[in-house]
């Protein structure tokens, strides 16, 4: 690449300094991107290394990094993407009036990281986690773009498989399904699984005769 | 009738019948034995066919023994179970196999700590997107090219468009909806009916007043309910599911007047 003859004010040095052309490149292809755009896709289409279009990727997210501009470069959903700073979002949403995403009841938010956790995933596996039918929250799921059907399993009856979509990403402010915190950091203490069977054991003790 | 076949399979069975079905035509004492040895498939045995040929036979001989009836009847109810059986483990993975009280606990231990799992996961995803859901990313609308609808009119023919929409136009058929019945009870008409029974008959149960019909019962309850409300009758029930004693309060007549 060719060193650029545009200069940017960098503050934390408080001087002009120069921005690569590759990284000019990328700062318009993302400019009129429509969605997120991973960073292989950005590499072929500048004709350039991935190596090279990293760099540049990281020299434009410290560009737009926070406080900066009006909007910051971010990882999101499989690529990159921008996105307006927190500050000024009433700014925008009053001239656009985008209404607020409706809140996620706590069934289909358990039902959503069942079919998150465990993609691809079947009806019949979310209801068995969950102990009670999960057919109308799937459905709403569904219905909300978070999960997609996504072909049918080999197993009798040929049920639906649900998966995770790229909107599910974007909203949970997820670079990838990787990014899911890990399932170990749910799991139950030693203590706390003897808690639920002394339950248990009281229970089964208080029914039988 | 729920004793392992096997425990029997050493009593010659005493069925005299002829089956004839896609996998197997001869004796009914040879299929089973071959069902036993695994050499005829179960699944593909239809039990409910042996059954009517069965019936057929006995209705056409006119010979009823008990003893070969009640073997056969204790063969197709092992068969039925063997069947169940294989068809339920195939769906619920064996769930229905008898666990002793350990065991039950145990795995109802751990789906309770599974579930807690994924409600922690849940509350980590109710985090994320109390923090992310509004953020607001680059929006695109749709290309130029797709919102010149003009370039559209020119291509299509009116002709075509007419054509397009006629069938969309058309009436459709009106449902034929005969078969359901007008409700024969309205409330009104039932309040009139019980005013009318309580004025000339006084006190009343509710069993000889209320129609047959469970709706009707309903309704009939319903205008009792709101006669009760109005204070024109008293109700008496001593015990649950008991007698309903209606009485009418003779002193309120022109209330009652007011209302019909």
């Not at chain 1, 990727?57 to 990159?80: D, I, K, N, T």
């Not at chain 2, 729920?2 to 079905?21: N, T």
């Not at chain 2, 309580?198 to 129609?211: I, W």
Request: proline letters at 5%; one cysteine or more; glycine letters at 6%.
């Amino acid at each position: 690449m060719t060193t650029a003859a545009v200069l940017r004010y960098d503050a934390v040095s408080d001087a002009y300094v120069q921005m690569e052309d590759l990284a000019r490149h990328l700062e318009a292809l993302l400019f009129l991107a429509p969605r997120p755009l991973p960073a292989d896709e950005l590499a072929a289409a500048c004709a350039a290394e991935a190596s090279a279009v990293r760099q540049s990727l990281v020299e434009l997210q410290s560009e737009y990094g926070p406080g900066r501009h009006g909007m910051a470069l971010a990882e999101v959903g499989g690529g990159f993407t921008f996105r307006v700073e927190s500050d000024c979002e009433a700014v925008v949403r009053r001239l656009t009036g985008s209404r607020a995403e409706e809140e996620l009841s706590p069934a289909l938010l358990e039902t959503l990281s069942v079919a998150a956790y465990l993609q691809p995933t079947t009806r019949a596996e979310v209801a068995q986690v969950r102990g009670v039918s999960s057919e109308w929250a799937l459905a709403a799921l569904v219905e909300r773009g978070l999960i997609e059907e996504s072909g049918r399993a080999d197993t009798p009856g040929a049920p639906i498989l649900y998966r995770t979509t790229p909107r599910f990403l974007k909203l949970f402010g997820l670079r990838a399904l990787t990014d899911l915190p890990p399932m170990a950091e749910f799991a139950l203490s030693a203590g706390d699984v003897e808690e639920i069977r002394t339950r248990l054991v009281a229970n089964a003790a208080r029914r039988s005769p | 009738m729920s004793r392992p076949l096997a425990a029997r399979s050493s009593i010659a069975p005493a069925v005299d019948l002829d089956v004839d079905l896609d996998v197997f035509v001869g004796p009914f004492d040879l299929l089973v034995t071959l069902i036993l040895k695994d050499e005829v498939d179960l699944w593909e045995v239809r039990v409910s066919h042996i059954i009517a040929e069965y019936v057929v036979r006995l209705a056409e001989t006119g010979q009823f023994d008990l003893e070969s009836t009640s073997q056969f009847v204790v063969l197709i109810a092992a068969l039925l179970e063997m069947k169940s059986r294989l068809l339920a483990d195939d769906e619920t993975g064996g769930e229905l196999e008898e666990l002793d009280a350990a065991e039950a606990g145990e795995e109802l231990l751990a789906g309770l700590v599974r579930y807690s799992q994924y409600k922690g996961a849940a509350g980590a995803l109710r985090e994320l997107w109390s923090r992310h859901a509004n953020r607001l990313y680059r929006q695109v609308g749709l290309p130029a090219r797709f919102l010149h609808a003009g370039d559209m009119n020119t291509r299509l023919a009116p002709e075509l468009l007419a054509r397009g929409l006629a069938p969309l136009l058309r009436e459709p058929a009106v449902p034929d909806v005969s078969h359901i019945a007008d409700l024969a009870v309205t409330l009104v008409r039932e309040l009139r009916r019980l005013r009318a029974l309580l004025a000339e008959s006084g006190p009343l149960t509710f069993a000889s007043v209320a129609p047959r019909d469970r709706l009707e019962k309903a309704i009939t309850f319903f205008a009792l309910l709101e006669l009760h409300s109005r204070g024109e009758v008293t109700l008496d029930q001593r015990h649950a599911f008991g007698e309903i004693k209606i009485t009418p309060l003779g002193s309120r007549p022109a209330l009652a007047d007011a209302a019909g």
